[in-house]
C-alpha cells in the first residue's frame, strides 16, 4: 500500500488501481489467446515524462517490476509477464511538432499512429501506415517492428525513427538521436549526431531498456497519384512468384503484400460466384505511386511486365476492393474482404483469429517456409475450411520476407487450441534450426534455441550492459 500511495500522489489518485476488474482488462491479447492471462498487481496512467521518471523511481525504491504499454482494448501483447506496475501510456498523446520543409514529425507515446497519420496527410506527408486503424501508438509502433503500407520500399516503420526521448530505468530522462538536438535551434533534425548512434538500443527492445515517451519520426513526401493491381499464382508456380517478389522488391515498389487463397477462399464458401479463379492460390497485390500522371503510368507498366514474364494472372477486384479509399482517408472502416472471411469462419463455428509468430526470412526461401507451413497445417488438420491457415506476407527492402499466420479456430475447443500450440512448437523447431529470425517475440515468449544458436547476441548484450555501468573504465580510443 506505501507504492499505491506513492503512484497516486505522483499521477493523482483516480489514475491508479488496484482493482481487480481493471487489472483483468489489461491481461489479455487477442493475438496470443485468451488461455494466457497476464494479470498486474497495478494500473498508472501517466500524463507526463515527468510523472513516468517518477514512478520509475519509486518502482525501483520498492523493488516492484514495471511494463509500459500502449495502446489497450484489441492491439499489443497481454500484460506483464510477473506482475507488478502496468504503466498505460494513451494519455501521453499530443503531436509536438510537424515540420513539413524539414519534413519531421515529433508525437508523444501514446499517442495513436493513426492519429499522426491523418495528421501528416493534411500536410502532404506521410509514413507508412497499416490497415488497422487506431490500435497500436507511436511508441508501440516505433519500438517494435511493425510493417505497414510502404514496407516494400521503406522498410519497417523503425527504420524511419531519428530519435528518441526516453526515461531510462533509474528515472532518468535523456534523449537520444536527432531528439538529443530537440531544444536548439535547428531542432530535431538528423537521426546520426555527434557520437555513437544509440536509437538501435531502444527498436525491438520491448521496453526493456527505458520507457519511451516521446518519438521523432523521418516523414516522406506523399504522392498525389496511386494505383493498386493484383495477380494470381497458383500453387505449382510458386518458384515464379518468389521471383515476381523479389524483382518487385529490388524495383523498389511502394508496397507488396501477398495472401495465399485462404485469406479470400473461405469467404467463398456457398457462394454462387466465387472471389478467386480455380487455379489460384497466391494473390499479390502491387501498389506504386507517382507525382504526375506519366510517371505512374510507366510504373503501372512495370508491374504487367514484371508479372506476365513471371507467370501472373491479372485478378480484377481484390486491390480495388481495399484500396479505393486509401490513403486519402487512410482506409474503409474494415477490408471487406477481412469482414467477409470473418463471416464465413464465424458460421463455420470457428471464432477466433490466432496469430502466432511473425518469422523473418530470406525472401529467396519463401517456397521452403511456405511448404512447411503447409506440411504442418495438414499435419494438425488447420488447414483448409473451416479451420483455415492464412498465409500473411510482407516482401520488404533488403530482400526479405516477415510474414504472419492467422489460424481460425473454435479457442473455446481445448483440442484445437492444444493443436495450434503444437503445430506452432514444431515449427519453431524448424525454423530456429534454419536461422530464422522473429519479427516480436522476445525471451521467454520463444525456445532458447533462438538465443542459443546466436551466442552473438549475448555477447553484444554483455558489451551493451558494460558500457552503460557508470563504472566502466573504457576510454573513448577502446572502440577501435
Same mark, same amino acid.
Given at each position: 500500500?506505501?507504492?499505491?500511495?506513492?503512484?497516486?500522489?505522483?499521477?493523482?489518485?483516480?489514475?491508479?488501481?488496484?482493482?481487480?476488474?481493471?487489472?483483468?482488462?489489461?491481461?489479455?491479447?487477442?493475438?496470443?489467446?485468451?488461455?494466457?492471462?497476464?494479470?498486474?498487481?497495478?494500473?498508472?496512467?501517466?500524463?507526463?515524462?515527468?510523472?513516468?521518471?517518477?514512478?520509475?523511481?519509486?518502482?525501483?525504491?520498492?523493488?516492484?517490476?514495471?511494463?509500459?504499454?500502449?495502446? &489497450? =482494448?484489441?492491439?499489443? #501483447? @497481454?500484460?506483464?509477464?510477473? !506482475?507488478?506496475?502496468?504503466?498505460?501510456? /494513451?494519455?501521453? +498523446?499530443? %503531436?509536438?511538432?510537424?515540420?513539413?520543409?524539414?519534413?519531421?514529425?515529433?508525437?508523444?507515446?501514446?499517442?495513436?499512429?493513426?492519429?499522426?497519420?491523418?495528421?501528416?496527410?493534411?500536410?502532404?506527408?506521410?509514413?507508412?501506415?497499416?490497415?488497422?486503424?487506431?490500435?497500436?501508438?507511436?511508441?508501440?509502433?516505433?519500438?517494435?517492428?511493425?510493417?505497414?503500407?510502404?514496407?516494400?520500399?521503406?522498410?519497417?516503420?523503425?527504420?524511419?525513427?531519428?530519435?528518441?526521448?526516453?526515461?531510462?530505468?533509474?528515472?532518468?530522462?535523456?534523449? &537520444? =538521436?536527432?531528439?538529443? #538536438? @530537440?531544444?536548439?535551434?535547428? !531542432?530535431?533534425?538528423?537521426?546520426?549526431? /555527434?557520437?555513437? +548512434?544509440? %536509437?538501435?538500443?531502444?527498436?525491438?527492445?520491448?521496453?526493456?531498456?527505458?520507457?519511451?515517451?516521446?518519438?521523432?519520426?523521418?516523414?516522406?513526401?506523399?504522392?498525389?497519384?496511386?494505383?493498386?493491381?493484383?495477380?494470381?499464382?497458383?500453387?505449382?508456380?510458386?518458384?515464379?512468384?518468389?521471383?515476381?517478389?523479389?524483382?518487385?522488391?529490388?524495383?523498389?515498389?511502394?508496397?507488396?503484400?501477398?495472401?495465399?487463397?485462404?485469406?479470400?477462399?473461405?469467404?467463398?464458401?456457398?457462394?454462387?460466384?466465387?472471389?478467386?479463379?480455380?487455379?489460384?492460390?497466391?494473390?499479390?497485390?502491387?501498389?506504386?505511386?507517382?507525382?504526375?500522371?506519366?510517371?505512374?503510368?510507366?510504373?503501372?507498366?512495370? %508491374?504487367?511486365?514484371?508479372?506476365?514474364?513471371?507467370?501472373?494472372?491479372?485478378?480484377?477486384?481484390?486491390?480495388?476492393?481495399?484500396?479505393?479509399?486509401?490513403?486519402?482517408?487512410?482506409?474503409?472502416?474494415?477490408?471487406?474482404?477481412?469482414?467477409?472471411?470473418?463471416?464465413?469462419?464465424?458460421?463455420?463455428?470457428?471464432?477466433?483469429?490466432?496469430?502466432?509468430?511473425?518469422?523473418?526470412?530470406?525472401?529467396?526461401?519463401?517456397?521452403?517456409?511456405?511448404?512447411?507451413?503447409?506440411?504442418?497445417?495438414?499435419?494438425?488438420?488447420?488447414?483448409?475450411?473451416?479451420?483455415?491457415?492464412?498465409?500473411?506476407?510482407?516482401?520488404?527492402?533488403?530482400?526479405?520476407?516477415?510474414?504472419?499466420?492467422?489460424?481460425?479456430?473454435?479457442?473455446?475447443?481445448?483440442?484445437?487450441?492444444?493443436?495450434?500450440?503444437?503445430?506452432?512448437?514444431?515449427?519453431?523447431?524448424?525454423?530456429?534450426?534454419?536461422?530464422?529470425?522473429?519479427?516480436?517475440?522476445?525471451?521467454?515468449?520463444?525456445?532458447?534455441?533462438?538465443?542459443?544458436?546466436?551466442?552473438?547476441?549475448?555477447?553484444?548484450?554483455?558489451?551493451?550492459?558494460?558500457?552503460?555501468?557508470?563504472?566502466?573504465?573504457?576510454?573513448?580510443?577502446?572502440?577501435?
Amino acid at each position: 500500500m506505501e507504492i499505491v500511495s506513492r503512484l497516486k500522489r505522483i499521477v493523482g489518485p483516480d489514475r491508479v488501481s488496484t482493482s481487480e476488474t481493471v487489472c483483468l482488462a489489461y491481461s489479455y491479447s487477442p493475438f496470443i489467446g485468451k488461455g494466457i492471462v497476464r494479470k498486474p498487481d497495478i494500473v498508472v496512467l501517466a500524463e507526463t515524462p515527468e510523472q513516468v521518471s517518477e514512478i520509475l523511481k519509486a518502482a525501483n525504491r520498492y523493488r516492484v517490476p514495471i511494463t509500459p504499454k500502449g495502446a &489497450v =482494448g484489441g492491439s499489443g #501483447y @497481454a500484460g506483464p509477464l510477473r !506482475g507488478g506496475i502496468l504503466l498505460d501510456l /494513451t494519455f501521453m +498523446d499530443k %503531436i509536438i511538432r510537424i515540420d513539413v520543409d524539414e519534413m519531421k514529425t515529433v508525437a508523444e507515446a501514446g499517442c495513436s499512429f493513426f492519429k499522426l497519420s491523418q495528421e501528416l496527410f493534411k500536410n502532404g506527408l506521410m509514413l507508412p501506415t497499416t490497415e488497422y486503424g487506431p490500435g497500436p501508438n507511436v511508441a508501440a509502433s516505433a519500438i517494435q517492428p511493425v510493417n505497414a503500407f510502404g514496407k516494400t520500399r521503406y522498410g519497417r516503420n523503425i527504420e524511419l525513427v531519428e530519435g528518441f526521448e526516453v526515461v531510462l530505468p533509474s528515472g532518468e530522462i535523456t534523449r &537520444v =538521436g536527432s531528439m538529443a #538536438y @530537440a531544444d536548439c535551434d535547428f !531542432g530535431p533534425y538528423y537521426r546520426y549526431i /555527434t557520437g555513437p +548512434d544509440l %536509437i538501435g538500443l531502444w527498436t525491438k527492445s520491448n521496453g526493456a531498456f527505458g520507457i519511451v515517451t516521446k518519438v521523432a519520426y523521418q516523414c516522406l513526401h506523399r504522392p498525389k497519384h496511386w494505383a493498386f493491381h493484383s495477380y494470381y499464382w497458383p500453387l505449382e508456380k510458386i518458384e515464379d512468384v518468389t521471383r515476381a517478389l523479389m524483382e518487385a522488391t529490388a524495383l523498389e515498389m511502394f508496397d507488396v503484400h501477398i495472401n495465399d487463397k485462404w485469406k479470400y477462399a473461405g469467404s467463398d464458401s456457398g457462394a454462387e460466384k466465387p472471389m478467386l479463379p480455380e487455379d489460384c492460390h497466391f494473390v499479390v497485390i502491387f501498389t506504386v505511386n507517382a507525382d504526375n500522371e506519366r510517371e505512374l503510368k510507366g510504373k503501372e507498366q512495370t %508491374i504487367v511486365d514484371m508479372c506476365t514474364n513471371h507467370g501472373g494472372t491479372y485478378l480484377r477486384g481484390i486491390a480495388e476492393d481495399f484500396f479505393t479509399q486509401w490513403p486519402t482517408i487512410f482506409n474503409p472502416v474494415s477490408n471487406p474482404n477481412i469482414v467477409k472471411l470473418f463471416t464465413a469462419v464465424r458460421k463455420a463455428g470457428s471464432n477466433y483469429m490466432y496469430l502466432y509468430d511473425s518469422p523473418n526470412y530470406p525472401l529467396s526461401r519463401f517456397p521452403e517456409v511456405y511448404a512447411k507451413l503447409m506440411e504442418l497445417g495438414k499435419k494438425y488438420e488447420i488447414w483448409g475450411f473451416p479451420r483455415l491457415t492464412v498465409f500473411d506476407g510482407f516482401a520488404m527492402k533488403s530482400q526479405m520476407m516477415c510474414s504472419q499466420t492467422w489460424a481460425f479456430i473454435n479457442d473455446n475447443d481445448a483440442h484445437w487450441v492444444k493443436q495450434i500450440h503444437k503445430c506452432q512448437a514444431e515449427f519453431r523447431e524448424w525454423f530456429g534450426k534454419k536461422g530464422g529470425t522473429f519479427q516480436s517475440k522476445l525471451p521467454p515468449l520463444v525456445p532458447e534455441y533462438c538465443w542459443t544458436n546466436q551466442p552473438g547476441v549475448f555477447k553484444l548484450l554483455k558489451s551493451i550492459k558494460a558500457l552503460l555501468d557508470p563504472n566502466n573504465i573504457l576510454s573513448p580510443g577502446t572502440f577501435e
